[in-house]
């Protein structure tokens, strides 16, 4: 069975500064989607970047990166210029590319906790 | 942006008692579904529902669950008889209309609590 592991609980960063967050996989399929979610405290599901794992080169959407490390099954998310806005829960997702329901398996999840 | 829109947004009820959430999903998506997130911890996937009828669903949505697409454009969930343990955010989501490879676009919730 997939399984997605976030082992941080809780994060904090500095204003302006980088953090990076983990999630490692299980997975036996080759076709397969990750993803990370951010929730803020509204509870809104937001999609912040996705990655297909048949692409080498890792996704990046504006201050947020991935490192897709496809053979170690990781797939952290980095996140750059940290804002006050950027707090919130962080949520690793698994989606199987074959799927016939397209069904994503989450993470646990990893408070981030933005400092002024 | 387009968007998924479920109503309530809070519902209590007895335990006991039956609950419909409501969700109206985009309007030319194929693939819709309901997750759970009971209070700080993980989004769990609870059913999806493909043309008409589930293509998938976990061990929690038992028979107490159900699902239905009344009207071509309303998507509900149904708990027959809720118990304490449905207390949780439930979210609708949808995608397509190609594929299950394509983004999903999750509601904002509704959150359950039963007393």
């Known amino acids: 069975a997939q399984t997605v592991t976030q082992s941080q609980p809780e994060m904090s960063v500095q204003e302006a500064e980088t953090v990076t967050l983990s999630c490692t996989y299980d997975t036996s399929e080759s076709d397969y989607y990750l993803f990370w979610y951010k929730q803020p405290p509204s509870r809104q599901m937001i999609l912040v970047i996705r990655q297909e794992a048949y692409k080498q080169q890792n996704a990046t959407e504006n201050r947020f990166s991935v490192n897709f490390q496809k053979a170690a099954k990781s797939f952290s998310l980095k996140i750059s210029d940290s804002q006050l806005g950027d707090a919130a829960m962080y949520f690793c997702?698994?989606?199987?590319?074959?799927?016939?329901?397209?069904?994503?398996?989450f993470g646990q999840g990893t408070t981030l906790q933005v400092k002024p | 942006e387009p968007e998924v829109t479920q109503t309530p947004s809070h519902q209590v009820t007895q335990m006991g008692q039956e609950v419909i959430l409501r969700c109206v999903p985009i309007s030319n998506h194929l693939y819709f579904y309901w997750y759970r997130q009971i209070l700080g911890q993980k989004v769990e996937f609870l059913v999806s529902f493909y043309n008409n009828e589930i293509s998938e669903k976990s061990e929690i949505f038992d028979d107490q669950f159900s699902v239905e697409r009344p009207d071509g454009s309303n998507f509900t969930l149904k708990i027959r008889s809720t118990k304490l343990e449905d207390s949780a955010m439930y979210f609708c989501a949808s995608r397509g209309p190609i594929s299950t490879n394509e983004k999903l676009f999750f509601g904002s919730g509704t959150q359950l609590s039963v007393l």
């Open positions: 997702a698994y989606g199987i590319g074959s799927s016939n329901t397209g069904k994503l398996i």
